[in-house]
């Protein structure tokens, strides 16, 4: 697969994976991660995770990889990886390794995607979740792409019924998320700033 790293993009083959998860008790995939603050923070906090960060920007991963490649005193995180894939063509080397997937403000498709509780959410999830694995996503529900209705905790837990249930997931939590309750993510962040917009949140588990 392609991970990206300070010096750019190369690939890590299964064995070289493999090697690296098993220094490792768990898994932490986040899916659209931007510029990869939230696994960095998360693998900082929990140097027994190996947390994951993917999406398709491969400069915002390039960002990352440089903050997480500096030495841990200065805010780095040797068991942070960045790959750069699309969550519709995720590489077959993170097939069933996720303890955690998060996606946390997602747009564009991975958004279009959630609203629209297309049955790809439930092929995503069965390719990367371990067998007792969580989901959590957190949306913006005022920035909604054109042709979607403003989303609310059911509308949400309405629309990913079907694939969560095809990908073996119960729905554990669907609730407005308070502003200080926000993930700790960039955008998450911008938006506690911001106007206090409204913030959905949906857990499963397998
Ligand atoms: C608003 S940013 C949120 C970034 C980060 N999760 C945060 O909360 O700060 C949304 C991210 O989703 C990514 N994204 C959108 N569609 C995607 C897809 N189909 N596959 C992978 N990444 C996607 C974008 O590239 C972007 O980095």
Do not use: C
Not at 36 to 58: K, M, T
Not at 60 to 80: C, F, I, S, T, Y
Request: no cysteine; aromatic share 6%.
């Amino acid at each position: 697969m392609e991970i990206i790293t300070r010096r750019g993009a190369r690939t890590m083959d299964q064995a070289e994976f493999d090697e690296l998860r098993s220094r490792y008790a768990s898994t932490l995939v986040d899916l659209g991660t931007g510029d990869g603050a939230w696994p960095r923070r998360f693998a900082r906090e929990h140097d027994n995770v190996l947390a994951i960060g993917i999406d398709s920007d491969r400069k915002a991963l390039q960002e990352a990889a440089k903050m997480a490649e500096r030495k841990p005193a200065r805010g780095g995180a040797p068991n942070a990886l960045y790959v750069a894939a699309s969550a519709e063509t995720l590489p077959p080397e993170l097939h069933s390794i996720a303890d955690w997937i998060t996606i946390y403000f997602p747009w564009a498709a991975l958004l279009r995607l959630i609203l629209s509780g297309d049955e790809q959410i439930a092929d995503i999830l069965d390719a990367l979740s371990a067998p007792r694995a969580r989901f959590s996503i957190v949306l913006n529900a005022e920035a909604v792409p054109d042709g979607f209705e403003q989303p609310d905790p059911a509308s949400v837990r309405k629309s990913l019924k079907a694939p969560l249930e095809t990908a073996g997931f119960r729905v554990t939590r669907a609730e407005w998320l308070a502003s200080e309750q926000a993930p700790p993510t960039t955008w998450g962040g911008r938006l506690v700033k911001g106007s206090g917009r409204a913030m959905v949140a949906l857990d499963a588990q397998r």
